[in-house]
């Protein structure tokens, strides 16, 4: 941290973060909370978009510990990520995506969505498109459902004013929601790709943060 802020001390970083330079003796006593390095990651995705604008390369937000579950539901209570900044070509040509925006993934939790979708892969979400409005009949979705995380294939019933979540694998039953219960539902966006993360290996170095 001391290295991309540019400073000596850590309580200089601290006034970096928006804390009081105070705030540096309890990180020597106990250590980086998983909060301050949220803040310094969301510090650093924002920076590093702004820097990315005019450059040939595309941000992911990669959460590691945020699972969608492809079957019966998982609350997700750790949302830190890591920025991950790939050459636009290989967006373009590899995974077949805009370039034009930036994306998140997540991993998938349950064998709902298969053959499209395996436990344990991961996928790539534009989270842009986040609301109804912006999002076609049966695109596959992130979408929680009273605080719980889905990834389920949305179909748009706006004359009967509901919509249904529905599941690639028959063995699960449709989620019908009415629109008295839309305020229950919150969309993350439509998952644009599948991948196994493995195969960013060769492409990304992913850091530990240091102080």
């Known amino acids: 941290m001391k290295e991309y802020f540019n400073v000596e001390s850590i309580s200089q970083i601290a006034e970096k973060l928006g804390y009081k330079p105070s705030t540096a003796n309890n990180w020597h006593n106990k ?32 959460f590691p510990d945020v699972y969608a579950a492809a079957g019966y539901g998982n609350s997700n209570e750790s949302e830190h990520y890591e920025i991950i900044s790939l050459d636009a070509k290989f967006v373009v040509d590899f995974l077949g995506l805009s370039a034009q925006t930036d994306y998140d993934i997540i991993k998938i939790f349950g064998n709902s969505m298969e053959p499209y979708l395996l436990d344990g892969q991961s996928a790539i979400v534009d989270f842009k498109k986040n609301n109804l409005s912006l999002v076609k009949n049966a695109d596959v979705v992130i979408i929680s459902v009273d605080n719980e995380l889905f990834c389920k294939r ?23 929601v009415a629109e008295d219960d839309f305020n229950r539902c919150k969309i ?16 990304i170095e992913l850091k530990n943060i240091s102080i």
Do not use: A, E, H, W
């Open 31 to 62: 250590g980086l909370t998983q909060s301050v390095i949220d803040k310094f990651q969301s510090i650093k995705y924002t920076n590093s978009k702004n820097s990315l604008k005019n450059s040939n390369m595309v941000n992911f937000r990669y």
């Open 188 to 203: 993350i966006g439509v998952v644009v790709c599948k991948i196994d993360i493995q195969m960013f290996l060769n492409k």
């Open 154 to 176: 949305i179909k748009k019933q706006p004359l009967l004013n509901k919509f249904i979540l529905t599941s690639d694998n028959k063995d699960y039953d449709d989620i019908v």
